[in-house]
């Protein structure tokens, strides 16, 4: 492909937007490049993607509908023209297994058609899923990639050796947040019609309630706890009643709490005193690394990569896969002793600042993106 003058255009290729990790990291980056770069925004599901809050203005960030659809068949003529589609920009991002068949796309017409660089990205256990079958559509569909980025060491594993992508093309790159904004307290009445009282300890979890986490085993937990522990529950979703039924059902409904969902989670997680990861989605890498930034410790279902994340120190408290008998113990040793949330809680915090830091984040892709290009003016 011949290099245009001007602002790179970056395409975007996602199952959703703005909702999922890879879509939050996608926000980050947008935010962090401002006005230099171009971007456009297609998903899977073929909705209307909702705009991201903090990007405007100058940021150009557009979201076509009639793109060709991202998921289907993947017979010659759909490919290519998802191919044909992506001629306009300098720069192809796809996300996760949705877009998988761009990268096919990619991949069998970029020679002919003088497509643009592609970059895939693969965040979250999930793309582990799907058998002998997705691991082969993986090593075809990679085949003209420029990079591929994983999030993990498990998936850096299953790139390099069950995918058999060369090592030059595999890079890790770990979520990142903003570690110095979730240093300190929060006050004591920072959630919405809720306040922290003297002598309270909370168990704390965010996230979307969608079913991809086992909340009523939190509620159980949080039920043989002494009185003075209460369970906080952010965020928004069908299941919400269904909490809240499970907490009447256990009669500690005075100590459960569904305050909704916040958009900023600095200003909040610091409240916790343990945050607890029940999910069995993409979020718990990310969700982890934020309670790691504000110091916390991690009461969590593994799902494979936490233990790598995580400091040594908390490392003992993580539960296997569906495991609510040992998550529990676990919730229950942490709240017996202060103390030892105090030490893990700075250990994870220590960690997040060596290896999570979003500024390190974006400029590592900030380098991969103009290697991709070949290109350092923007």
Known sequence: MSQRSGRPRFLHVHCRFPDGMAAERDSILMRAFGNKVEHVVVTADQGSPSKVAGIGGSISVTYPTDFPPI??????GRLSRLARAMQPFDLVLTHGRDALDAAMAHT??????????????????????????????????????????????????????????????????????????????????????????????????????????DIASLVAICAALPENWHLVVVGEGPERDKVAQEADRRGINHRVHLPGKIIEMSQILGLFDIFALASHSERAGLDAVR????????????????????????????????????????????????????SIGKAN??????????????????????????????
């Open 108 to 213: 069998l017409f970029k020679d002919a058609m003088d497509l643009p660089p592609l970059v895939h990205h693969e965040i979250g256990d999930a793309a582990l899923e799907g058998g002998m079958a997705a691991t082969w559509y993986r090593r075809f569909a990679f085949g003209k990639a420029a990079g591929l980025v994983v999030s993990s060491e498990r998936i850096e594993e299953a790139a390099l050796v069950a995918w058999q992508q060369p090592l030059g093309r595999v890079k890790h790159i770990p979520p990142g947040v903003p570690v110095c904004k979730f240093a300190f307290r929060p006050a004591n009445d920072s959630l919405p019609g809720l306040i922290k009282r003297k002598g309270e300890c909370w168990l704390g979890w965010t996230g979307p309630l969608d079913g991809t986490a």
């Open 291 to 342: 309670g790691m930034a504000a110091g916390l410790p991690l009461a969590a279902f593994d799902n494979g990569s936490l233990g790598q994340m995580v400091a040594e120190e908390n490392r003992p408290f993580l539960a296997a896969h569906k495991d609510v008998e040992t998550l529990q113990t676990v919730v229950e040793r942490l709240a017996k002793d202060s103390d030892l949330r105090h």
């Open 349 to 378: 915090r220590e960690k997040a600042l060596a290896d999570y830091d979003e500024e390190r984040m974006v400029a590592t892709y900030r380098r991969l993106y103009s290697s991709a290009m070949r290109r350092d003016d923007w």
């Open 71 to 76: 998921r289907g068949l993947p017979l010659p």
